[in-house]
């Protein structure tokens, strides 16, 4: 699990992104398209075409992480209309990877005595 308490910001990249690249291939992203520095202890948030995997750039300390979620049912709730960088907050990151909304405007609350 991603340690948020070291975190500085999270960002997703718009659109979709070739999810076949590496550490390098992101961090050349970041740093050419984005002109942000990959080494700022940032969360840089890609995902694919079809919405059902995320890979995550993340340096912390002396090195690079770089996280990978497969969706198995459903799909990320991707915001298709960011253009450029989007800076979203904690509560926001968790979200996303519950497959939810980031623009949630409050949770609703789930019937855990329903039978299914």
């Known amino acids: 699990m991603i340690d948020l308490s070291n975190i ?10 070739d999810l076949r690249l590496g550490i390098d291939g992101y961090s050349m992203i970041i740093q050419g398209a984005f002109h942000k520095n990959p080494f700022d202890n940032s969360l840089y948030i890609f995902c694919n075409k079809a919405h ?45 990877l519950d497959g939810l909304k980031i623009d949630q405007k409050a949770l609703k609350k789930c019937n855990a005595s329903k039978a299914y």
């Open 8 to 17: 500085n910001k999270i960002y997703l990249t718009p659109g979709s992104t």
């Open 52 to 96: 059902n995997k995320l890979k995550i750039l993340h340096f912390e300390d002396t090195g690079f992480w770089l996280y990978y979620k497969r969706i198995e049912t459903g799909t990320v709730k991707w915001p298709k209309d960011i253009n450029d960088l989007k800076e979203i907050n904690f509560k926001q990151f968790n979200w996303l």
